[in-house]
Each structure stands twice: as structure tokens, then as C-alpha cells.
């Protein structure tokens, strides 16, 4: 049974910073593409960054930048490092692990930044 639970979320203001982390619980974190998902209020869900299972990454082009998305295998976690946060940046961010037909998704972490 594969788990994944976030971490990080938050209040902000304009130009701060937040680390989300994403800690998958079961076997094989190694093996899967990881991603961050963004859902703002009344939106559909939006893919903000994606590192696969050897370490390439894909971002978003409005987070090119100054989103980092980082892997560690041994400690089955996966982060986000979001810097200069603007209030359209607002919404509930979710982890996804895929791997062929293998797709698991967290409850997501909320991430506020202030008008």
C-alpha cells in the first residue's frame, strides 16, 4: 500500500518563500516519476513541476526559475522549494507518483500568499 503525505504548507507573504515535502510510505519510491500538482480555489489542477526516475526535471513556465522540484530516494521524499511567491501562486499543492500504471496521489498541503 503506497501513501503519500504532504508537508510544508502554509502562510506567506508576497516574495517569501515555502519548502513543501512529500514523504512516500511503501516500497519503491526509487522507481517513480514524481510530481507537484496546483489546484487554486475554482480551478482545475495544474501540473507545477515534475522530476522522472532519473532525476530529470520539468517545471511550469511560470515557475521556471524559482521553483526548484528535488528528490532524496533514501528518505522516499520528494520537495518543492518555491521562492519570490506571488498571491496567484495561492491554492492546494498536491504530490503524484506514477510509474506505469501505477499512480498515487497525497491529500495535498495548502499554500496561502497574502494579497
Known amino acids: 500500500q503506497i501513501q503519500l503525505v504532504e508537508s510544508g504548507g502554509g502562510l506567506v507573504q508576497p516574495g517569501g518563500s515555502l519548502k513543501l515535502s512529500c514523504i512516500m510510505r511503501g516500497t519503491g519510491f526509487g522507481a517513480y516519476h514524481l510530481n507537484w500538482y496546483r489546484q487554486a480555489p475554482g480551478k482545475e489542477r495544474t501540473l507545477v513541476a515534475q522530476?522522472?526516475?532519473?532525476?530529470?526535471?520539468t517545471y511550469a513556465s511560470s515557475v521556471e526559475g524559482r521553483f526548484t522540484i528535488s528528490r532524496n530516494d533514501a528518505k522516499s521524499t520528494v520537495y518543492l522549494q518555491m521562492n519570490n511567491l506571488g498571491p496567484e501562486e495561492t491554492g492546494t499543492y498536491y504530490c503524484?507518483?506514477?510509474?506505469?500504471?501505477?499512480?498515487?496521489w497525497g491529500q495535498g498541503t495548502q499554500v496561502t500568499v497574502l494579497e
Open positions: 503524484s507518483a506514477n510509474w506505469i500504471s501505477r499512480d498515487y
Open positions: 522530476i522522472d526516475n532519473r532525476y530529470k526535471t
